[in-house]
């Protein structure tokens, strides 16, 4: 909710002209979401500062329709940082109050706005979202000698440790124009999060504001990611538009990513695979979610019939979106259909299909929940065939940025070693009389197997 | 005049040729609803009543029309010609497919009369040799109407006989709703004299013999009456005996009867027709060969006449040798009978050569009770309101009957082993108890596992009927919006009898600088006629739900289960080994301050919080309350001394410094609200329970007790165990007396000045109805500081203050009371001992109204 640019050069004073503030009173200005006031708290022979503080509306940044606050901190709560920080808000309200010096016009200082002067800016409570020294990495380049001073979440508990909003104090010598560009680019980029959804003319502010120091900028492919909140079709564009050879490196990495193809697509042909070998012709995907398996059973011309399931009804209707399922034929969505529905609850609508698969679905049911899954997948929907896939914890110590005995994702409720997973299913197996055999998907290593293993169940 | 006889319930299908009167007929005899013309629906589907063209889209449309109808059990006419096979055919079938018996009432008027009505129309005449022809059909076909599958046929051969002639509604032979018992109904017996003759002895019967001292007769003195689930035979020492003493019974109304399939193929095999003599049929003909003929023609017609099923007690008690699903209930066709003499089998046999069984009972969702048989089983259980009462008598197991409508199973162990089982007697799958250890294997199609649920028991509309609020209905989206929730998170239905309900806060205050107050609670009820309530303080923590077992079987839990801790989403609270150490502590209390044999039970229910919140919150209080402490405290700390400075050299900082200082003490008050609710917890260590009220305990719920009573329980726990219980303060206040209301207030000034988040004011009486109406069991006044975690920092401001009093509480109140009556509902069901689909539909039903968009401050 603060920035302060204070200036100290031979006529201090001419920071008033720069920014096209008058030092000797406080101006307010009208934002949607509440108000911007400048004000200078300094104001001498040797320095001159001026502060931009924003006093925004809570209620109103709740209720107001094209304010997006990030469920992640607000949980639609009035109580969020937004009112404090220094964010996205920051930067459409210095777009506003500086909107001029901004553009580096000053018809009374024209020689001062186009050089470097000695500027020091510090600005209050900044989110930071990623590594320690990310606002060094993104203005040192620039010509800052940057000072990060983390807030602690409460002094009152020091174990806790600190929070994501940083105090920042740059020093540099800059043009004015830049370092208020620069700025209002990288707070929504150190934030990772911007307060309205990100449209088409999002690569047009980028480019203007990034003139001149962001296409030779190091992090450029980092900046635009974020500043453009991770759109793909965007960043390329934005990446295209500035003409460097940095696109290269982003061609060697998805080069790389040909030669060892992801675990996803692994597994997803493993899936296809049993699936294949059984003879399926109609498939229940539990468990679908955005529907990434569905997408390959559809345009696999031996699956006649195909049914996607999830718990949540919100993920079908992104799955639907995904698929384009409102576009097709009526026949073709007759060929898939998507219902909501739960592991753990019986669905007559699930029987009499050739065969069923649960991949990476099982983990993320609480294992008490887990007989329930068996009765209704094993005990009624009774298909001729079933694929499980589930991560193999033994891998998990082969990926270096896991920590011993933690999952692969927040979400897991369990990872089986390879005989966890054995022992149940083969219990399955001798309950429901089925038979089991088993497979690695992914990477064999000869001490801990595959990072996935998949479980195939044939009815006897 | 005649009588026309038809059952009740029936597919009645006028057959004549056009100007036979058929219309005129129907109109004098039965109901506007209840004839579906044909012309009327061709005009429907084509604007044209005559068009032939529409024939067959009227037909299909009358033919949907008609199967609505008898899916709702209507009687149903249909004034077609009907003169042609084929025609017939098709609405013979449509009776067989809802299970309702076709009947014909031929109009088989002399030709002139149906061509003189026809020459008098005015709206459409049919050429006279079509009016021939379809009187051709008819004579033709008429006589094979009895083949056609009409199960009554009456014909009117003159328009005297049409006018003439009335209708009478006979009830159909299984309906017996007017019948009430009580009843004592008694499984398979299968010739198992002697161990009959004891249960009748025990249920208080007194048996009457003949000269030669057979039992021919037993009597009641209260007027009961046994009702017999058939296989009276074969097998046993004595079928002769038996039937002997039944039919005697039945004869003098002291008993009714269903047949069984060993009943079925006893009267096949005395017609003399052709049987395979196995399952001791063999033993029975050969008794009854030693009884004069006379005794065994009675037999013969005894068991001839024995209905498939019957519908008793107004429809609340169906009783069938094989069970019956809702949809045959006082139905009949060929299916149904089937059905109630050999259930449902899949045609598939199991190891022993048995055929598989279809566990009908496990899908059975029907409100009325279904008593049956026909499948041996260890013990007679509850599965989804039906009880199979077949013990195995004959195979050394026990003769069952459960009284009705007390509910009660009354057993006599078997003398002997009379004939050896072919495989061993099987325990039940019950839809609430697990299969009891040692007897897991391979499961046999169909069967179903214990305590599975089925997704259409929750998903789409639903409506629950509840004891105090009435039908409460659950719309699609909300359940769809509840699913994920309950199937990811959730602790197992078995084990969350119960979800407590969301809570309305207090009408806003009247007073500027409070959003709630205590005056308008007691204002509220004041006006609600409840005159004392009670204030209880709202404790810093996390609602919780604690279920208390010491019969883990009880809830189809493993041995060594002690019951489950869940939260108001029904998410587990601890991990394995807390959740076993906080249990066994909570049994130690419980025991200690005697609770468990005063009580009489063996296992509790109880709402309560638990303490401290950031033991489940506190991810949330560091990652969204101190966060947002941090960087406002931080922020404006620097923005006030950057205005401090300002205000050295610049004259109108003064309005806006004022302001900005003002937001940093309200920073410092919301971080010292958030920072009551972290304490440190280690194990158990800093965790505490404070239970508020014992929501059902063994046979009772304890919601209309007064909340008196569960806090002095509560207070007698936290005595037994002060450091893990802790005591719920609470107050009593007269609503009318306004002295005692300012008493209220100041002990909630009080509180809330400590840093208590508030207090919530319940009717004293609890469950609490003014006139029909429920009344809000709860209402929660919060405290000013506590609110500013809730609405933020600055809602104090005026300006804040003023906009955050517009807030709309209807809706909030409004589902407050009925998530409230359906955990209510949850409860008792439970208690009831209802079937696990039926508390889990009420207790996912208050998941359903949450996922709703209410205001979540509120």
Redesign the interface.
Known sequence: ??I?ISYSGPEPGDLGYLLHKHP???QSYDLSVGRA?V?????SDERC?A?L?L?LD??ELVSNRHIRLDAR?????????R????SSIMSMAMGKVFRTAMTGRCDSRPDLAASAIPLEI?L??V?VHGEVGLPARLFEPLGWKVTEHR????P??PE?GD???V?LTLAGCLRLRDALRQIYVLLPVMDDSKHYWVADDEVGKLLRAGERWLSTHPARGFISNRYLAHRRSMTTQANLLMENDQDATQDKAAEADQTSRPLKVLRTEAVMGALHEERARSVVDMGCGEGALLKILFADPTISTIVGTD???QMLDRAEERLRLRELSERQQERLQLL??????????LRGYDAMVLMEVIE???L??L??L???VF??A?PKTVVVTTPNAEYNQLYPGLACGSFRHADHRFEWSRSDFQQWTSEQA????YTVEHRGVGEHDDKFGTPTQLALFRRV | MSELAIPELCLVVLVGASGSGKSTFAARNFGRFETLSSDTFRGMVSNDENSQEASEAAFEALNFVAGKRLEAGLLTVIDATSVQTEARRQLVSLARAHDVLPVAIVLDVPLAVSLAHNALRTDRSLEPRVIKRQQDQLRRSARNLGREGFRRIHTLGSMAEVDAASIRREPLLTDFRHDSGPFDVIGDVHGCLGELRTLLGRLGYQLEHDSQGRAIDAVHPEGRKAVFLGDLVDRGPDSPGVLRLVMGMVARGNARAVPGNHEDKLVKALDGRKVQVSHGLAQTLSQLAAEPPVFQDEVREFCRGLVSHLVLDGGQLVVAHAGMVEAYQGRASARVRQFALYGDTTGETDEYGLPVRYAWAEDYRGPATVLYGHTPTVDAVWVNGTMCLDTGCVFGGKLSALRYPEREVVEVAAERMWFQPVKPLAPPLVGSHPRPSGTEGRVSAGDRVPGALKISDVLGKQLVSTRTHGRIGIRGEQAAGALEVMSRWATDPRWMPYLPPTMSPVDTSSLADHLEHPAEAFEHYRRDGVATVICEEKHMGSRAVVLLTRNPSRFGAPRGWRGTAYTRTGRPFFDETLRVSFLDRLDAATESAGLWKELGTDWLLLDAELLPWSFKAGAMIREQYAAVGASATGALADATRALEMAAGHSADTGELLQRTRERLQNAAAYVAAYQNYSAPSDGLDGIQLAPFQLLASEGTSHSGRPHGWHLELADRLADADPVLIRRTRSLVVDTGDLESCAGGTAWWEALTAAGGEGMVVKPQANLAVTGKRLVQPGIKVRGREYLRIIYGPDYTLPRNMARLKERSLAHKCSMALREYALGIEAVERMVAGEPLWKVHQAVFGVLAMESEAVDPRL
């Open positions: 909710m603060l302060t000797g009173r406080v006031h004000f200078y708290p300094e104001f500062t502060a503080m006093e809570a209620l901190k607000s949980l639609d709560h009035y109580v969020n940082d009112p404090y920080v220094s510090t209050s409570a989110p807030l602690p979440l409460d009152a508990f806790w929070s994501n909003y105090n718990v949540s009804a909501q529905s739960s592991a753990t609850y019986l669905d007559d609508r993320h049911i609480d008490e929940r007989p329930a068996a009765a209704a005990g009624h009774q001798a309950q429901w009389n």
